[in-house]
């Protein structure tokens, strides 16, 4: 059976002082015992992964995290770790044993407000000490989405399944459309995919799933060929498409293909909007015009797979900027998850669509540029900039289309 | 990244007597700890799993099996789990130590050469003890295809990746098409994908990925839409499409909307010819029109997800089985990687498209069928019989299409 892929369930992160818990929790939340549980403190040193269905939500994934508030090397690799996992956390649940909030929870609440994501007070071990009122009315100060439990008995599990379920980000369960606003019902779209090889045999790459899906489920239809295949199929159909949406990597030649009049876009364009802040990554892709040889930019890509030749990150992008800079850029390159401390040094941060990541992590990504003061864009919005087809890959978006005309001017 | 399916992948079987260092050698071949490494018998109890890439086959799948000479209870359940991997092995290791085949080594050959899967000696340890000349004769008896070597220095461990390369099946780096060849280059398809609840968020299921996949690399385009956007998308063409393909779930509205002089077929039957033997199973599907109120007969699913609503094996085509014949059959269903021995009392068995399986597993199973008497056909075969619409789904497949009018005389 195929799963839903990680990048589209709610992220729940579970969080809380050593042995507050948290696994049992999580175990008893899920009925598995896919947590080492053990009371010596400290036993959960990497995130432990554990997708599943969660009615009426859907698909969720438990993310279990470390004991934040270890001290020593393997300590701060920990809360590093913890870190991380609060960026891409939709919804949080803080496990704490019964008594106050202490620095630890109180600074883990003022991250979540910080980054509007909704958490859970668990009170658990309550079979063991119970939850005094004056406490329970110091708790109720900071929010109302308090459960009283224990993993032990079973006590108030239910109860929390319900609050995960009340608390969930109401837009997680309406998801915004990919592409089928754009095409309508009973529109067709065009969806160029070149294979090459980065094509493993017998796939597709998500982003270009996801599309079909998210066609057939605005009652539109896909219609998929090669670079090479384009114009015959278009010549195929009656009337034009309602849009054509190419891989980044044959941009140019589908630009050249694709008749004037019929809108045309990047996968990676659409996921910029999908999984992220298309109007900011618009304003980012802007800076470009302006970049200067030995300006100091970042490329991120989120996956940590092998650069293969001709690898789009590492060699097709440098090679368009330096062409359309006229010169030498200084391009440092991040993977994965880690993001470095100096973002202010950067003119410019590039990055991949994120098609394996969850839109918050994205968003938690384009925020922290913002907090640095630091343009972004993404690979796609790029590479339309450097072939000289922004414009026209961004018409099909109104807000995007907007802000572009306002700064242009 | 997206990796290639398991049912892709080429899968070598790792097999030889407990201690014989199987784990040893597979971890010299992908330079990697992924068994557990130890020199007390019997370690690996359940079979380990590895992918990797090995050029120039491409995908492949190691499996490290159980020490299949164990007795006693746990043993027997070990031989049991190594036979079903022989039934996936695409190619055979067995790891010896220095010395004569013994009966057990000669029995695993026996059993090879009756499945005519290709098989490689690998005389390992030789490090700890020289192999003798004698014993060399003696296995180039059995076959050309022996490596010397010693997991333990890497001595040799070149040779026997080059051994497998060359002892890989011919056939494995020219994958059949699965619809590609009925529509040749520069036609278009029409796929048609119900969205159910089945559907995971976000997804295709795999067959209609790897038929889209396919229809690229064959130089044609693939149209995608919903059961109930056909029609209108059929209207989008200037001329007919070359194939129309469907879920067997919409069957018999598709083959209402699609012109007569359409060729029309579903995944299941495709899948029926990709993935075993599209002639065998029609002589199994004409089995049906003779069946009789009381006959037995069993429904085989590979997958073992739980049965949903309106379940496809469970509840459609028992249900469809029942009017066609009209009145109750005894079924049996099976699910996963066993087998019942009792299957001289079946009728028929009816399996499902076998999807997430490799071919050869399915070859196996037919193998089985075959030499126990017992007719065998696929889920979408009894579909499209049960529902009379058998000969316009098997006419775009000249192979089957002569069986069936040759029988049905």
Redesign the interface.
């Known amino acids: 059976?195929?799963?839903?892929?990680k990048s589209?369930r709610l992220h729940i992160g579970i969080f809380g002082k050593r042995n507050a818990g948290k696994s049992s929790i999580l175990n008893s939340l899920t009925g598995q015992s896919s947590s080492i549980v053990s009371s010596y403190a400290g036993t959960t040193t990497d995130p432990v992964e554990k997708p599943m269905e969660l009615l009426p939500i859907?698909?969720v994934l438990f993310i279990d995290t470390a004991g934040i508030d270890d001290i020593g090397a393997l300590g701060e690799m920990r809360i590093e770790r913890t870190r991380q996992v609060i960026k891409r956390t939709d919804l949080a649940v803080i496990v704490i044993e019964p008594g106050n909030l202490t620095e630890f929870e109180l600074d883990l609440i003022k991250e979540f407000d910080r980054l509007s994501v909704p958490y859970i007070l668990a009170v658990n071990k309550t079979d063991l000490k119970k939850l005094k009122d004056s406490s329970l009315e110091t708790l109720k100060q900071k929010t109302s989405n308090i459960v009283i439990c224990s993993a032990e008995t079973g006590d108030g599990i239910t109860e929390l399944r319900k609050m995960l379920i009340k608390t969930a980000p109401p837009d997680f369960l309406e998801?915004p459309a990919i592409l089928s606003d754009l095409v309508g019902p009973?529109g067709?779209a065009v969806l160029v995919?070149p294979?090459d090889k980065e094509?493993?045999?017998?796939?597709?790459?998500?982003p270009q799933?996801?599309s079909?899906?998210?066609?057939?489920?605005g009652?539109?239809?896909?219609?998929?060929?090669?670079d090479?295949?384009l114009m015959?199929?278009l010549?195929?159909?009656?009337?034009k498409p309602d849009l054509v949406v190419t891989d980044s990597q044959a941009f140019l030649k589908v630009a050249a293909d694709t008749p004037l009049d019929v809108p045309m876009t990047s996968f990676s364009i659409l996921f910029a909007r999908f999984k992220g802040d298309l109007v900011e990554m618009t304003k980012g892709a802007m800076v470009i015009e302006n970049l200067e040889p030995t300006d100091k930019i970042m490329i991120c890509e989120s996956?940590t797979?092998h650069p293969i030749t001709d690898d789009i990150g590492t060699v097709k992008i440098p090679r368009w900027l330096h062409q359309f800079v006229g010169g030498k850029l200084q391009i440092d390159h991040w993977r994965g998850h880690d993001w470095p401390e100096n973002l202010e040094e950067y003119k410019l941060i590039i990055h991949c669509g994120g098609c394996m990541w969850n839109k918050r992590e994205m968003l938690s990504r384009i925020m922290t540029a913002r907090e640095a003061g630091v343009p972004i864009t993404n690979y796609g919005l790029t590479i339309a900039y450097t072939l000289g087809i922004f414009e026209r890959s961004l018409k099909p978006f109104p807000a995007a289309w907007e802000v572009y005309n306002k700064y242009k001017t």
């Open positions: 059976m195929q799963k839903t892929p589209l859907g698909p998801s009973g067709i995919v294979i094509a493993p045999k017998g796939r597709l790459i998500m799933v996801q079909i899906r998210d066609l057939l489920d009652d539109s239809s896909a219609l998929v060929c090669k090479r295949e015959s199929t010549d195929k159909l009656k009337h996956c797979h």
